[in-house]
Each structure stands twice: as C-alpha cells, then as structure tokens.
C-alpha cells in the first residue's frame, strides 16, 4: 500500500509521540508499505488555522496514494485539507496520541474543541494509543469511521539489565534517586513534585529532571521556587538527553515520577519499566493501561501534592517493598509488545479501510 503520513514538526524529535511516530513507520515500511513522509512546519495553532486555508492546492500530489495517515496533532492545518481529499474518494486516518481538547492549560479550550471536533468527524478512521484516547475519539468520529488500538512496543529500547541487578539497585542506601523524564511545561507537573519535596523537608529523596526547558518562563519559576525553599541540593537538572546518556540515567535511578495533567500511554514509562524502574504516574488518560497500581507503580491524582510525597517516601524508606515493585517493573517491560506487533495492528486497520475506498474522479481533472 502507498501511504502518506503527514505530521506536524520533525521526526527525529525524541518526544514520546514522534518516537512512537517513527517506529510506526520504520515497522510499515519493513511490512512492504510504502510510507512517504510529509512534515508540515510548526507553527502556532491559530496559525496553522490560518495556514490551512493554503493547503487547498496541496492535495494535488497525494492523489497518487491510496491512504492518507496524519498524526492529529496536526489538526488544525488539515481540516480543509482532508475535505479535499474526501472528494477525491482518499481515505483520511488518523494517529491519536492525546487530544488537545483534553489540555486545557494550553489556552484556546473553545476554538481547539470546536476545530478538533471538525476534524474528527471527516476522518475514516483513527488509531488510538491507548484505550482511553479511543473512547475520548469515539464521542466526535462520524458513525462510518473504526478505530483500533495500537500500544506503542517495548523495542526501541532493549533492556539488557537483569532481575538481580534491579532488585540490588532498589536496595542501595542514601537518598531515593527519583527521575522525571519530559519536556519542563506546566502541564508535565513538574511544580508538583517540588511542592511534594517541600512539605516533606526531611525525606530522603533527590529528584533528576531531564529534558528540554520547552518553557522557560514556567523553568525558571520553578528554579525559584527551589530556591526559596531550599531544595537546591536535592534537585538536579540534567537537560535533554539521549541514547546512552539517558539510558544511563534511567539505569542509576530508582523511581520515574510523571506527575502531569494527563498522559495517554507514556512512552517514558515503557522505558523506565525496561530500566527495572516503579512508574509514579498521572491517574488521568490512560497510564493505568500499563501500569499496575501497587505492583508496579502507583496511579495518583496529579494534583494531589500529598499523595505524591507519601508515595515517594514510602518508596525511599521501605526498600524491600521498591524491590518487590522493581523486579514487577522489569517483569512489565518484558510482557509489553514489540513495534511489529503495533504495526500489525495499525496494518489490519488500514487495509480495512482501503478496502472501502470508492474512487471518485479527482476534483483538478
């Protein structure tokens, strides 16, 4: 099948979704699909809604695949876009990581869920990261639309580390080595975590935060606030970080904590399961599809600040129970799929649709 994919920013960006992105891809194309990539620049949303006016002539050449795939962050630029290649019998799927509509911290609440509904509703199908995300889809497709869900794989990282091994490293002495691993933004929660550390000044945990400073107004408010409440020695910024580099730091840590408005399924815990790691995650979205509560790892109200110190301080004084959760973390990446699997899943979807394609003569002939 030729497919295009179109997308908003640049693929080799590390972000979860991109990664999800590029391995969806990598895994189509090693099945026989030929996958073209269209990356569309980014821009502001009400700019890529002035931007999609543009995008009338554009269609002209994806004509000549059978199926259009778009990564729904880019809504707002392809809304007209996909009306085109409607009547030009083009099928139109999307791959739907979080709906904007669902951040409301990112301004435009009305305009985005009014322009993502439309969007929504001209698509053939969609596919979901997550049980959750296909639910919250669900409510705006129109009724002649399916949808799958595809769990992002476990391969893009291969974990070569061993039961001992993370069972030993839960039981080291000293401070609880806690990571964040996420873009600095307000709505990843890192002001949660500090305001944790803050009311609880005598627990043994040292937080390290890596990735990039997406916004520097929030970073540096945040770098105040350690400052003002002395948490300058337990709280280490590490920046954005890599392949060996960050799999190092996965590995010398001892926790993951996302504590984020919301996550669908964080590729971020995929990881730090293969490190051996207990996830502390966001209870809002779809993280419960992956990890376990009180096995390996705890799903806790983002907004709760007392909730997320005591589980960081149970962690850092029952060593024997980070243990137990560490050796079920581990055990949890390996149960987790691989990359073909999800290309296997997205393929039985797209083939589908394909199917069902009726041609029609293209509206420039």
Not at 43 to 52: H, M, N, T, V
Not at 79 to 96: E, K
Not at 168 to 177: F, V
Request: net charge positive; proline share 4%; glycine share 8%.
């Amino acid at each position: 099948m030729r497919i295009a994919f179109l997308l908003i920013g640049d693929l080799s960006l590390t972000s979860g979704g991109f990664t999800y992105d590029r391995m969806l891809i990598e895994r189509l194309r090693e099945r026989g699909h030929g996958v073209d990539v269209v990356a569309l620049p980014w821009r502001r949303y009400l700019q890529q809604i002035a931007g999609s006016l543009a995008s009338i002539p554009w269609p002209r050449p994806l004509a000549e695949y059978e199926l259009v795939l778009e990564d729904e962050l880019a809504h707002p630029r392809l809304t007209v876009c996909n009306a085109v290649l409607r009547s030009m019998g083009i099928p139109v799927v999307a791959l739907v990581h979080n709906l904007t509509r669902r951040q409301p911290r990112l301004g435009l609440p009305r305009l985005k869920r009014a322009v993502e509904t439309l969007y929504l509703r001209g698509l053939d199908g969609a596919i979901c990261v997550c049980e959750d995300t296909r639910r919250d889809v669900a409510r705006s497709l129109s009724s002649h639309a399916v949808t799958t869900v595809a769990y992002a794989g476990r391969d893009h990282v291969v974990s070569h580390v061993t039961e001992a091994e993370v069972v030993a490293r839960a039981r080291e002495s000293g401070p609880l080595r806690v990571a964040m691993l996420c873009n600095v933004s307000a709505h990843k929660g890192l002001h949660r975590l500090l305001a944790a550390m803050a009311k609880r000044p005598t627990d043994h945990v040292h937080l390290h935060v890596v990735g990039s400073l997406s916004d520097l107004r929030y970073a540096q408010a945040q770098q105040a606030f350690i400052r003002a409440h002395g948490l300058a020695s337990r709280v280490h910024w590490h920046g954005e970080l890599h392949g060996d580099a960050l799999w190092a730091q996965l590995t010398s840590a001892q926790v993951l904590a996302l504590p984020s408005d919301r996550e669908a399924l964080p590729l971020a815990a995929i990881e730090a399961l293969g490190a051996g790691l207990p996830v502390l995650v966001t209870a809002h979205g779809g993280a419960g599809e992956l990890i376990r509560d009180r096995v390996d790892g705890r799903l806790l109200e983002p907004d709760d600040v007392d909730a997320w110190g005591l589980g960081l301080s149970e962690l850092a004084n029952d060593r024997e129970l980070l243990a137990q959760m560490s050796s079920a973390a581990l055990s949890r990446y390996h149960a987790q799929g691989t990359w073909a699997q999800t290309a296997e899943v997205v393929e039985a979807l797209l083939l589908k649709i394909s199917a069902r394609r009726t041609r029609r003569r293209p509206w420039f002939r």
